[in-house]
């Protein structure tokens, strides 16, 4: 595996985990450190073993879509080779914008010499589906739970429609590329740009648009459940319901940062305590932790895993601050690195 990427990767890991555990210090420190630890101690653990399943479960129908988009595009990727691939990618949900996940298109390029322009698209409407996903899970109860703060749901919703209706207007958006064309820098990947839009029109095209975020539905409620199971394992009467609004609130509301470091942790934690009956401080952050460890971690430390398999499978060249340079100009150039992630 190239030493830069280690190097990177471990970089991110020791500040993702410093600065989770000072997210559970504060956290502990606001309900009490021994009272938080008396709640962990608390825990039938027993109840972990779904919780994780459930995590997997997850993951597996999330991979199931990935590898669907590129099939939709034309990209034969070996079925074992991809799952290795997403697995590795898990691990970069920690990265600064979350701008390490470009491993999966580089993988893919690397393994099938498809160009990243057409597996970009994939990756977007993979956490874009993701996203509309939470939204929905969140929205179904947010006037029951949160009446106030429709607006943090409405806000993001409305633009992702907007968004969404760009898109399906191709004189519109190659309209707009064409005037983006002529913009100096935009200019020379203009071609590239509009390669990406067809890729994208035929991701986002109503049938596997409909199948995309059904299938992410079932894995982030998959996970809601699992935050359920949290709160039974810690002897906290929460309903399905509110559980499964909190965690996804929470993670909607953490989607801009990597892995929902902080905002995810402390909504998750605030909301319990505001929403949940009878249920203290302690046990709120101790609920935090657990489902974080079982979401987040657990997915990092098997993405870890994966990137040495993936960087086996490339003959131990894995380095991505080589992808954009060795991307042929007119292949992708630099527009890769320009793209932003999509929450969460």
Not at 102 to 128: C, Q, S
Not at 328 to 337: I, V
Request: proline content about 5%; hydrophobic content about 55%; aromatic content about 8%.
């Amino acid at each position: 595996m190239s030493a830069r990427l280690v190097h990177r990767f471990r970089r991110w890991l020791v500040v993702a985990i410093a600065f989770g555990a000072l997210l559970f210090l504060g956290g502990s420190i606001w309900a009490g450190v021994d009272e938080v630890g008396a709640a962990l101690a608390t825990f039938h653990w027993p109840w972990m073993i779904p919780v994780l399943l459930l995590t997997l479960l997850n993951y597996g129908l999330r991979f199931f879509k990935w590898h669907y988009l590129l099939r939709r595009l034309g990209v034969a990727m070996p079925l074992v080779e991809d799952a290795w691939n997403f697995a590795a990618g898990l691990a970069m949900v920690i990265s600064p914008g979350k701008a390490g996940e470009l491993l999966k298109p580089y993988v893919v390029r690397a393994r099938t010499g498809t160009p990243m322009a057409r597996t970009i698209p994939a990756l977007v409407t993979e956490r874009l589906t993701d996203g509309i996903a939470m939204l929905i899970l969140a929205g179904l109860s947010v006037t029951t739970h949160a009446g106030d703060r429709v607006h943090y749901l409405a806000i993001p919703a409305v633009l992702i429609a907007l968004g969404l209706a760009v898109l399906s207007s191709r004189r519109l958006s190659m309209g707009i590329l064409g005037l983006a064309a002529r913009l100096p820098l935009i200019g020379r990947v203009a071609h590239k740009l509009e390669e990406m839009y067809l890729a994208m029109r035929a991701c986002l095209a109503p049938a596997p648009l409909m199948l995309t975020i059904s299938v992410s539905m079932v894995a982030w409620f998959a996970e809601c459940v699992g935050y359920w199971m949290v709160f039974r394992g810690l002897g906290v009467a929460a309903s399905l319901d509110v559980s499964v609004f909190l965690y996804a609130f929470a993670t909607v509301a953490g989607g801009a940062m990597p892995g929902g470091l902080g905002v995810a942790d402390g909504a998750l934690a605030g909301g319990a305590v505001a929403l949940i009956p009878g249920i203290g401080q302690p046990a709120a952050v101790a609920s935090s932790l657990l489902i974080r460890v079982a979401t987040l971690w657990f997915g990092v430390l098997m993405g870890a895993v994966a990137l040495f398999r993936v960087s086996a499978m490339l003959g131990g060249t894995l380095d991505l601050d080589r992808a954009a340079a060795s991307e042929p100009q007119n292949d992708l150039s630099s527009a890769s690195d320009a793209l932003p992630p999509v929450a969460p």
